[in-house]
Nanobody, 118 residues
């Protein structure tokens, strides 16, 4: 059973920074998409950032220039550096590993709460 364990969430003031980590129980190179999603209260889960094995990256418009996704295969870990946090960034953040070639596989972490409040 693949496990993804997130850490690094917490309470931060506007303009502050947090670094989320996600440690996997498997080789993350087995997946060609590494991503972070978030879900705010009353809203659908949304893609925040994604990096593919060809190094192509995607960021949600509202986080461009503030967030950075990275991975470390040796540590089986994903990271999301979040700077200049704003109240609208408040959500539960989930890491995600996705293999979009057959057989398709997708795994989620349990989520970590990020709260930005004065």
């Amino acid at each position: 059973q693949v496990q993804l364990v997130e850490s690094g969430g917490g309470l931060v003031q506007p303009g502050g920074s947090l670094r989320l980590s996600c440690e996997a129980s498997v080789d993350i190179n087995s997946f060609n998409n590494w991503a972070w999603y978030r879900q705010a209260p009353g809203k659908q889960r949304e893609l925040v950032a994604r990096i593919r094995t060809n190094r192509d990256t995607y960021y949600k418009d509202s986080v461009k220039g503030r967030f950075a996704i990275s991975g470390d295969s040796a540590k089986k870990s994903l990271y999301l550096q979040m700077n200049e946090l704003q109240p609208e960034d408040t959500a539960i953040y989930y890491c995600n590993l996705f293999k979009d070639t057959s057989p398709r596989l997708r795994y989620w972490g349990q989520g970590t709460q990020v709260t930005d409040s004065p």
